[in-house]
T-cell receptor, first 114, second 112 residues
Framework: EAEVAQSPRYKITEKSQAVAFWCDPI?????LYWYRQILGQGPELLVQ????????DSQLPKDRFSAERLKGVDSTLKIQPAELGDSAMYLC????????????FGPGTRLTVT | QQQVKQSPQSLIVQKGGISIINCAYE??????FPWYQQFPGKGPALLIA?????SEKKEGRFTISFNKSAKQFSLHIMDSQPGDSATYFC???????????FGKGTSLLVTP
């Protein structure tokens, strides 16, 4: 069964350092989402891509976060500099036009900022 | 603001019992309502979903009930099992690929 891949699974970084997360969506899925999930809460959208274009980044803290999906396949989310409040699970999800609205999530990257 | 409100925050059910989780939304543009199951340290897994043209959808032990006029929907887990112990999230989205708006989650514990 096709899955969304994410790496690393866990990341510990010091405050003010840079950190990057990678996501490989299900093959053929044109839409890719990055969500952030704070412990004990539901995921919240950071950025949405349709192919290589950003569709929605209204909730992305652009002073420190950036995201790209250069070839419309895999994607990278970067934080620079990391802050203590960035500690969370970062989830990638993908969906395809043919599949409608169903979104499939990867295992996530657990970020701890010390 | 929270676009989808979920209750209860936590739920304890005995094995074999029925687990019921409720959600409410305000945005009438929402037309897709999925439920996700999440185990600790894992990503959310799609469990079951419904669109507002039907009032109920059943898949195995899981049933979604949908009340369009009340803008509410709920998940029923019949014959709950210890393996169902997880956090459940309801969500809602607008048509065609919009991002999901999640509830805050319900932590379900099914006791033996």
């Amino acid at each position: 069964e096709a899955e969304v891949a994410q790496s690393p699974r866990y990341k510990i970084t010091e405050k003010s350092q840079a950190v990057a997360f990678w996501c490989d969506p299900i093959s053929g899925h044109a839409t890719l989402y990055w969500y952030r999930q704070i412990l004990g809460q539901g995921p919240e959208l950071l950025v949405q891509f349709q192919d290589e274009s950003v569709v929605d980044d209204s909730q992305l803290p652009k002073d420190r976060f950036s995201a790209e999906r250069l070839k419309g396949v895999d994607s990278t989310l970067k934080i620079q500099p990391a802050e203590l409040g960035d500690s969370a699970m970062y989830l990638c999800a993908s969906s395809s036009p043919a599949g409608g609205t169903e979104q499939y999530f990867g295992p996530g990257t657990r970020l701890t900022v010390t | 603001q929270q676009q989808v409100k979920q209750s209860p925050q936590s739920l304890i059910v005995q094995k074999g019992g029925i687990s019921i989780i409720n959600c409410a939304y305000e945005n009438t543009a929402f037309d897709y309502f999925p439920w996700y199951q999440q185990f600790p340290g894992k990503g959310p897994a799609l469990l079951i979903a419904i669109r507002p043209d039907v009032s109920e959808k059943k898949e195995g032990r899981f049933t979604i009930s949908f009340n369009k006029s009340a803008k509410q929907f709920s998940l029923h887990i019949m014959d709950s099992q210890p393996g169902d112990s997880a956090t459940y999230f309801c969500a809602a989205s607008k048509p065609s690929g919009y991002a999901l708006n999640f509830g805050k989650g319900t932590s379900l514990l099914v006791t033996p």
